[in-house]
């Protein structure tokens, strides 16, 4: 079974769980980590267990790193191979339940590259999965980057994250926000990079993020045609300790470092 087969089987299941668990989730027991608005559930734990367990049945000589449960040590070979979890991104939406911007993140990578990934929207049964080289899908069908050409046209997500990452957010990117079109913000790092990849929006902006909360979503974007980079527009390693991350269709990232270069960093 290759990667991205086990990666597809893997959030099938997972998906059915999940929806179930929204579905009832007043009765979720839930807390918060290192802040009031980081939740954690009892799904977020379960989710990452049963990939975990999985991973290591099938690839025992494989690195994890992981949102949960202690897991989220970098790995010892930076360039080894690595999968990469993030059990339910955007779980404030899941907990909530303001509309379903919540998905389940999956990727190998190696030499810092992820080169398989899968996201599962439970919430509204979309299943995105790419592969280096064979393009990317939802629900089987290919995805295509928009061919947005200008900010002034364009759709951006600015991710406001959490309050500590809030000031920052808006100094970097004051300029992006009074010269894009459109601004949004799902407030789940995945929700917002598959958008680009289905040419919904047009680029993604977000101060600090893991590489688990993106590593799934950089292999859908790119081989959807787009882009995902450092904001000064170098190219990502996924343990390169820096945590800035520029999503785009492409065409317009260019612009986008610039705009953001604008800002104060
Ligand atoms: C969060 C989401 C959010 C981003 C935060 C992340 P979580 O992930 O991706 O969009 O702004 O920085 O921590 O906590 O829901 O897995
Ligand atoms: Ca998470
Ligand atoms: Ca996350």
């Keep these: 079974m290759s990667e991205l087969d086990f990666i597809r089987t893997a959030l099938d299941d997972l998906a059915i769980f999940v929806r179930a668990k929204h579905a009832?989730?007043?009765?979720?027991?839930v807390s918060s980590k290192t802040e009031a608005n980081d939740l954690l559930t009892e799904v977020d734990v379960a989710v990452q267990a049963e990939l975990v367990g999985r991973i290591r049945d099938a690839y025992p000589n494989d690195a994890i790193f992981a949102e949960e449960s202690g897991?989220?040590?970098?790995?010892?070979?930076?360039?080894g191979r690595v999968w990469l979890i993030d059990p339910i991104d955007g779980t404030q939406?899941?907990?909530r339940?303001?509309?379903?911007?919540?998905?389940i993140?999956?990727?190998?990578?190696?030499?810092?590259?992820?080169?398989a990934g899968g996201v599962a929207v439970p919430g509204n049964g979309q299943l995105f999965l790419a592969e280096a080289g064979a393009g990317a899908f939802r629900n089987g069908e290919r995805l295509r980057v928009s061919n947005v050409d200008s900010i002034s046209s364009?759709?951006?997500?600015?991710?406001?994250s959490c309050p500590s990452d809030r000031t920052n957010t808006l100094s970097q990117f004051s300029p992006l926000i009074e010269k894009t079109g459109q601004i949004r913000c799902h407030c789940a790092a995945v929700i917002g990079l598959c958008s680009l990849a289905t040419?919904?929006?047009?680029?993604?902006?977000?101060?600090k993020l893991n590489a688990y909360d993106y590593a799934a979503a950089m292999v859908i974007v790119e081989e959807a045609g787009g882009r995902l980079t450092r904001l000064d527009g170098s190219p990502i390693h996924l343990f390169d300790g820096r945590p800035g991350v520029l999503g785009s269709n492409g065409i317009l990232h260019n612009a986008f470092v610039d705009v953001i270069a604008e800002g104060h960093q």
């Design 24 to 29: 009832a989730r007043d009765g979720l027991v």
């Design 71 to 79: 897991m989220n040590e970098r790995p010892r070979d930076l360039n």
């Design 93 to 95: 939406n899941f907990v």
């Design 97 to 103: 339940g303001l509309f379903p911007a919540f998905g």
């Design 105 to 115: 993140s999956i990727a190998v990578a190696a030499n810092g590259r992820p080169f």
């Design 154 to 160: 364009a759709r951006a997500e600015v991710d406001f």
């Design 199 to 207: 040419a919904d929006m047009d680029a993604y902006v977000h101060v």
